[in-house]
Each structure stands twice: as C-alpha cells, then as structure tokens.
C-alpha cells in the first residue's frame, strides 16, 4: 500500500423495512468500545479489522463485511465507505467481496481510515435501495460512525447501484463514487449539490462508457459538482486501478455531508 495514508482521519427511514434482529460477527480482533450514536438506543462492541457478519432485515438474511480500523477506539466517529460488489461477487461466499475494492484494500491495511460496511447480494439481480437504506440505518446506530461522513461506491452492478441509492436518498451521503455502471439521468438534479467522481473504461464492452457519461452530462447540465475518469485503453475492469490508488480516498475525506 501507498504510505500516504492518514494516520486518523437524517437518517432516512423506509417504512417498508424493519430491521428485526442482529447476529453476531465473527471475531476478528480484541473488542474496542464506543459510544451510541445520537438517537440510538443499542450499541455493539466490535471485533476490530474485518469481520464477516449477518443480520435480518425485513425477514431477509443480509450477509456483510464490516472493517474497523485498528485506531477504531481512538476516535469518536469515522467516516464509512459503503461498498457495492459486482454480479461477479454474488452468492453465499462472502471472501468473494473482498475481491476487489475497499474490503480488498482494508483487509491488508489495519489503519485504512475509513469504516467500510459491504454487503453481499445473494441474487445478482439489482442492488435495494430499501435494504442498503435499512442496513445503514443500523451499522449507524451500532458503530462509531461519522454521519455526515458516508461514501458510498460500487463497480459494474455496484456502480448502478450507487446510483440508485444515491437518487433514493440525495441527502444522504457526502460523496459517491460509481465505477463502471450506469443509471437513469432522469431527475438526477437532486444530485446536484452532491460530489461525485465516475469512473469507466472507453473500451468497456460490457457497460459502454456512454452510460456514465450520460449520468455525468445530465448532471453538469443541471450544475452537478461531477468529475468523469475515462481510462482511455481500459475495458470493464478499471476497478483495480481506481481503488488501489489512495486518491478516491483522500478525495472523500474532503467531503462532509451537505444537509440540503
């Protein structure tokens, strides 16, 4: 890893889903205390690093990663980076998530200054905006987390995925980034007060560059603050290259929530 990493660093409800009950997570490390977030009536004291984990929600089994940093009880919030895997990645293997991006990253990086929340889609089909929503409400009450420091990014399915949960809940995040994937312009001028930076491909043969720079143009028209990376001789996978680098992550931490 680059050695330029830092050394530290409304809810919005969906009545259709009820979080109904908790697992554990396996253990990953000694247990480090922290405080309820403001509004929560529960808290967990975690492993730290990065833990597989499973929790109910709306009578469906969601099966996630979660990666605290090693510092976790050194802070009284961090930022959290919420994570959104590929069709690839799909099913009951969680280690197929920490394949590529943030999970792969924080799992080799004990101080990645960021929480990183990554759900598994058992299905494949597209990404719930409804359950991504029910799922961050919780790990919010549960953890030390900055809530008006959520990330949230995602590659090929996941990219479209970071669209949508973007689109559904505009005042929700503080940045996003969406890597190979594509969405609906239409009404994207909720978006327009929220930093994103895309990336793709020019020769992706899966998703055409032209679905991102279709998002990307529907913003700068209405004035989104919106940057497009092109890797001009990269196909689909581009994804190596924007997570490996330390950029996206510094370029979130430059973001704190905009209220609206």
């Given at each position: ?26 253990d ?22 990065q ?18 940093p ?13 994570f ?19 999970p ?26 409804a ?20 990330y ?18 505009p005042?929700?995040f ?39 720079q ?41 973001w704190?929530?905009n209220?609206?």
């Amino acid at each position: 890893m680059d050695a330029r990493w830092p050394r530290a660093c409304s809810r919005l409800g969906l009545a259709v889903l009820l979080v109904l009950a908790v697992a554990g997570c396996e253990d990953g490390g000694a247990p480090a205390p922290v405080a309820p977030a403001p509004g929560c009536d529960e808290v967990v004291n975690p492993p730290l690093g990065q833990t597989a984990c499973e929790m109910e929600i709306g009578g469906e089994s969601v099966r996630y990663l979660l990666f605290l940093p090693r510092r976790y009880a050194e802070q009284a919030a961090w930022p959290l980076i919420l994570f959104l895997h590929g069709s690839g990645e799909s099913g009951d293997n969680l280690e197929l998530v920490k394949r590529y991006g943030p999970p792969k990253v924080a799992e080799s990086n004990p101080d990645f200054p960021f929480i990183v929340l990554s759900p598994q889609n058992r299905t494949g089909d597209w990404w719930s905006p409804a359950l991504l929503t029910a799922l961050l409400d919780r790990i919010v009450c549960q953890y030390a987390v900055d809530r008006q420091r959520l990330y949230v990014t995602g590659l090929s399915l996941g990219g479209y995925g970071t669209w949508s949960l973007a689109l559904a809940a505009p005042y929700r995040f503080a940045a996003i980034a969406p890597v190979s994937g594509g969405g609906d312009p239409t009404g994207v001028e909720v978006l327009a007060h929220l930093p994103v930076w895309a990336f793709h491909g020019a020769l992706d043969d899966v998703v055409p560059v032209r679905e991102a720079q279709s998002m990307v143009e529907a913003l700068r028209a209405v004035g989104g603050n919106v940057t497009l990376t092109v890797y001009p001789n990269g196909g689909h996978n581009v994804w190596n290259e924007t997570y490996d680098s330390p950029a996206l992550y510094d370029w979130f931490l430059q973001w704190t929530r905009n209220e609206g």
